[in-house]
């Protein structure tokens, strides 16, 4: 039963649409009368004209009235059934007939967490095409890779972003698997018997399993829970947040490497002709997307132990401890990944590369990575392998003390082509230190990963590709 009134700065439009009082009351209408016309459908005494006033009622909602009969009753569910009698005065006998509150609130839950999936798929989706065109237009540029934060290995540009967009694949294929297998809670009464709609349907078991099936039919679902108590299990809520974690997680770890990389001045995420980077140092360019990209995604990490110590609290068929944080973490989780996946968007579509940079940091450290290929290409000429070990030992030292000791340029590559023991590559010193001959597959993995993982997700969900992301970013 979430609705949520957010600051706007941390949430978008779309989403406080899922989860706003209009959304959360009005899909309690379309339940009653559901409820009612498959009732109907099954023999109870319900009239057209009461389902078509009901019909015509669904979003004519005095939000006052329904306020003062809750302030009146001590129960909000009572208090909108009485506002929907007000104006749908010939249905109001029949209005909630056998339901519990939980019909209403628990219904509503999935219907919104559902949409809200929905509004996360679509912008992951969106998210990924955007990566696609970085991932493809670096996917050979060089640029060091780093373990422990410490120089290794090279990789590219796009290699790395294909690191950060697999990440982003797997949250898709959870957000996705969630959306086909939510199950709605259905029809099921006060402890999860169906006790009341039996007694309805005058004890026919039949009657009362299709009235379940009409219900959820009404409303968009094909799956539902098999058993409950009063409430779907709480266990479906950690599930979902677990997701939101995911996606959290995965952006937590692409802004923490563009943060990382801002420092080196490889790469820089998008800067406002007119933007402030500090308020005390004029020449500051702060990533201040990716920081809040990061607060907020620490904030969504810490929600599913609330969700799983929630599930495990809840005695026997069912306590209301549960109703209060639930109307906090699920809607709360569901706004902050929004808007992180907007400012996802936002970054990877403005973000800056800095090739000189890259190569000039390539540069630095390529001459203690190629000794090895120069020291097998002048063993293949003739030399010495233990001699020519020892002389490179010897010269990387020498130029490892110059570059920390004295904060000068890396002269490994000077000091070896003065060494007459390197004699037989001198003259083709230049190409055995070419960065492209130490990344590997790196472009290769990328054109597969593109093609056999990205492309076909972008094609099944090309609906949303076509999407304008309607709330603008501001920093």
Not at 67 to 95: C, L, Q, T
Not at 108 to 131: F, N, R, Y
Not at 285 to 307: G, H, T
Not at 407 to 422: C, Q, T, V, W, Y
Request: with cysteine; charged share 25%; aromatic share 8%.
């Amino acid at each position: 039963m979430f609705y949520f009134l957010p600051p706007s700065r941390y949430a978008t439009k779309e989403m406080s649409a899922i989860f706003s009082p209009a959304m959360k009351f009005t899909t309690w209408r379309k339940l009653w009368l559901a409820l009612a016309a498959a009732e109907k459908d099954l023999g109870l005494d319900i009239s057209e004209e009461q389902l078509q006033q009901m019909k015509d009622n669904l979003y004519n909602i005095d939000f006052a009235k329904a306020e003062e009969f809750e302030s009146k009753f001590r129960h909000d569910v009572m208090g909108h059934v009485h506002a929907f009698g007000d104006v749908a005065e010939k249905a109001m006998p029949i209005i909630h007939l056998g339901a519990t509150s939980c019909y209403v609130g628990d219904n509503t839950d999935i219907i919104q967490i559902k949409e809200a999936l929905k509004l996360v798929q679509s912008k992951l989706v969106q998210t990924l095409g955007i990566l696609k065109q970085f991932a493809e237009k670096h996917k050979d540029v060089p640029t060091l890779g780093f373990t422990h934060y410490q120089p290794a290995q090279l990789t590219t540009v796009g290699k790395r972003c294909t690191l950060w967009m697999q990440d982003l694949l797997m949250d898709y294929e959870r957000v996705t698997y969630e959306l086909e297998n939510l199950p709605m809670r259905g029809v099921k009464g006060t402890t999860g018997t169906q006790a009341t709609f039996l007694e309805l349907f005058n004890g026919d078991h039949d009657k009362v399993k299709e009235l379940n099936v009409k219900v959820c039919s009404l409303m968009g679902f094909n799956k539902w829970v098999s058993v409950s108590g009063q409430t779907y299990s709480r266990k479906i809520d950690y599930h979902v947040l677990s997701v939101l974690s995911g996606i959290a997680q995965s952006a937590y770890k692409m802004c923490g490497d563009i943060r990382l990389l801002a420092n080196l001045k490889e790469v820089e995420e998008p800067f406002a002709k007119n933007q402030i980077g500090s308020s005390a140092m004029a020449y500051k360019r702060n990533p201040m997307r990716s920081e809040r990209v990061c607060s907020l995604a620490r904030y969504v990490m810490s929600l599913p132990p609330s969700a799983a110590n929630t599930h495990a609290n809840q005695w026997f068929e069912r306590t209301l401890d549960d109703s209060a944080i639930r109307r906090i973490i699920l809607p709360e989780g569901f706004l902050a990944v929004d808007v992180i996946l907007n400012l996802l968007v936002n970054i990877a579509d403005g973000m800056v590369l800095w090739p000189n940079v890259v190569d000039k940091h390539v540069r630095e450290e390529l001459p203690f990575m190629a000794t090895e290929v120069i020291l097998m290409e002048c063993v293949k000429a003739g030399g010495d392998r233990q001699v020519l070990h020892e002389a490179i030992r010897v010269h990387s030292m020498a130029a490892g003390a110059v570059v920390k000791g004295e904060g000068k340029p890396n002269d490994l590559m000077e000091r070896i082509a003065s060494d007459p023991l390197f004699a037989a590559i001198h003259n083709k010193l230049d190409q055995l230190v070419d960065p492209s001959l130490f990344i590997g597959r790196s472009k290769e993995q990328v054109e597969e990963f593109l093609t056999d993982d990205v492309n076909p997700v972008l094609e099944k969900e090309s609906k949303h590709l076509e999407k304008e992301v309607v709330d603008g970013v501001n920093v």
